[in-house]
């Protein structure tokens, strides 16, 4: 699931039509009518657990829908056929508030029940202690630290902060570190 809500859907198809391309994901390409009477049934109880409202709303073109509940419906795509690794790339970045709260309450629901393997990248501390099992930090581009087990159990946003604090600092003491080499010797 993407950032931006706009990516994960088709914004000129209906919700149903959205719904029924996902949930034909990797089967079989015959011809056939996407949305019989019993598929749009289906789709409207899966849509209903949502508590959106947007099972009223099928035939409504998804472009119209708010980004909360456009990124709502993605994860609910995402998963209708099961993943191997769902991977969430800050799917609530570009949400109010609000629609974050209940994109992520969402997500929760899904993994748990799906019993899903899941990647989630992020850069809210409350998410990711909230959230995280496993937490992985990373810096410039490597494994700065993993965090699992007990350690991960007793950590609080406080003590991520404080990780993500060192390492800023070690960069700074790099880069002045660098710059005083560079005045002596260069």
């Keep these: 699931v993407f950032q931006d809500p706009f990516t994960g859907t088709a914004s000129e198809l209906t919700v149903a039509e ?16 996407a949305l019989s009477a019993d598929r749009r ?19 409504t073109p998804i472009g119209l829908l708010s980004g909360g509940q456009r990124q709502a419906l ?19 970045a570009a949400l109010d508030p609000r629609g974050a709260e209940q994109v992520i309450k969402l997500t929760q629901e899904v993994i748990t029940a799906g019993g899903l393997t ?42 991520l902060l404080q990780l993500f604090d060192q390492l800023q600092w070690s960069d700074r003491l790099d880069d002045s570190a660098a710059d005083m080499l560079r005045q002596r010797y260069v």
Excluded: C, F, K, W
Excluded at 18 to 33: E, I, T, W
Excluded at 48 to 59: P, V, W, Y
Excluded at 74 to 92: F, G, N
């Design 74 to 92: 993605t994860v609910l795509m995402v998963t209708m056929v099961r993943p191997t690794l769902l991977l969430l790339d800050e799917h609530t």
């Design 18 to 33: 959205n719904l029924a391309l996902a949930a034909r994901r990797g089967g079989s390409r015959r011809l056939r009518p």
């Design 41 to 59: 049934r289906t789709l409207r109880d899966e849509v209903a657990r949502l508590g959106t409202g947007l099972e009223d709303r099928l035939d």
């Design 118 to 159: 899941t990647l989630m990248v992020t850069h809210s501390m409350a998410q990711a202690v909230q959230l995280g099992d496993r937490i992985l930090i990373m810096h410039r581009g490597r494994l700065a630290h993993d965090l699992a087990g007990l350690r991960r159990q007793r950590l609080t946003e406080d003590d």
